[in-house]
């Protein structure tokens, strides 16, 4: 089991930045990836941005290609994300995801998520 703990999110303006971070705790030698995604209302889940935990390898939507950097921490297990230029747009529940593959078995943990808004 995998547990994610997020940080961050808020109220920010529009061109405005927010850093979102998320702590792995439990069995975290299994992650294999760490991701965010994001919910609006009416809307699916979509992801915005990974990491792969031993190489370091990223993806970006490219809906934030250029605002949105996401860096992960392999000591204290954790993985931040970094947003500029922050657009109403963006404005959604954020979601800290981790993909674990322990004994042979992949699993997929969530975060509880962390509302960011902004406003024009």
């Known amino acids: 089991q995998v547990q994610l703990v997020e940080f961050g999110g808020g109220l920010v303006q529009a061109g405005g930045s927010l850093r979102l971070s998320c702590a792995a705790s439990?069995?975290?030698?299994?992650?294999?990836?760490m991701g965010w995604y994001r919910q609006a209302p009416g809307k699916e889940r979509e992801l915005l941005a990974s990491?792969?935990?031993?190489?370091?390898?990223?993806y970006y939507t490219d809906s934030v290609k250029g605002r949105f950097t996401i860096s992960r921490d392999n000591v204290n297990f954790t993985v931040s994300l970094q947003m500029n230029s922050l657009k109403p747009g963006d404005t959604a529940v954020y979601y800290c995801?981790?993909?674990?593959?322990?004994?042979?078995?992949?699993?997929?943990?969530w975060g509880q998520g962390t509302q960011v808004t902004v406003s024009s």
């Open positions: 439990g069995d975290t030698i299994c992650i294999s990836a």
């Open positions: 990491v792969t935990w031993s190489g370091g390898s990223t």
């Open positions: 995801n981790a993909d674990a593959l322990c004994w042979g078995h992949s699993s997929v943990y």
